[in-house]
């Protein structure tokens, strides 16, 4: 069965200090992994995806196969960071996204 | 329009009362999705069309949930005879086919409530 586990409902960090939002997988293939986040009052949004190897807004996330873990780290917190965050599976095939419960992260002044 | 349009924003129906919730995807998109994201849980996924077809509808919980996309675009999601377990946000999302590897576009949400 696909699963993901946020371990963490609440994170609350001082700004310019490093955060990490763990997420764990559960999936017997190779998964397509994903982080979306939501503002206070936005919509969901895809912040950045396993594939892309991308840095958005200072986040990047690494894919441990070995720990099957996807965690999502920044060095330095700002303000702006505060918001839900959804780490997210993909199996290879299906069109479905399996979410985590999500992560509230306030970044204190 | 530039986004995925979902409408009304919040309803709030009598138990037992039929809602149905609309979605209107990016234009051209193939793909529509349908989640539903009860209080401080992620979202889960209840059915997907690409074009007019409901390929994967095995997130519905119960017959009384039923979803349409007629035309290939505008998706309607249906609950008859609400019960109070169906209160929660209903999400839509739509996306092109493939090229956008798990990158949908979410609408804002249909807060449902029923009392």
């Known amino acids: 069965a696909q699963r993901v586990t946020q371990p963490e409902k609440l994170l609350s960090v001082f700004k310019g200090a490093p955060v990490e939002l763990k997420c764990n997988y559960s999936?017997?293939?190779?998964?397509?992994l994903f982080w979306y986040v939501q503002y206070s009052r936005q919509r969901l949004q895809l912040l950045l995806r396993h594939i892309s190897r991308e840095s958005i807004k200072g986040f990047t996330a690494d894919l441990n196969k070995g720990e099957t873990s996807f965690h999502l780290k920044k060095p330095f917190a700002q303000e702006e960071d505060s918001a839900m965050y959804y780490c997210a599976l993909e199996g290879w095939g299906a069109q479905k996204l399996v979410f985590g419960q999500g992560t509230r992260l306030t970044i204190n002044p | 329009g530039a986004g995925v349009s979902q409408s009304p924003r919040y309803k709030v129906a009598k138990r037992g009362q039929d809602v149905a919730l609309r979605c209107d995807p990016i234009s051209g998109h193939v793909s529509l999705f349908w989640y539903q994201q009860a209080l401080g849980q992620g979202p889960e996924f209840l059915t997907y069309f690409q074009n007019e077809a409901q390929l994967d509808k095995s997130g519905l919980p119960s017959d009384r949930f039923f979803a349409e996309r007629p035309e290939g675009s505008v998706s309607t999601l249906k609950i008859q005879r609400t019960q109070q377990e169906d209160s929660a946000v209903y999400l839509c999302?739509?996306?092109?086919?493939?090229?956008?590897?798990?990158?949908?576009?979410f609408g804002s949400g249909t807060r449902l409530t029923v009392v």
């Open positions: 999302a739509s996306s092109t086919y493939r090229e956008d590897l798990g990158g949908y576009t």
């Open positions: 999936y017997s293939g190779s998964p397509e």
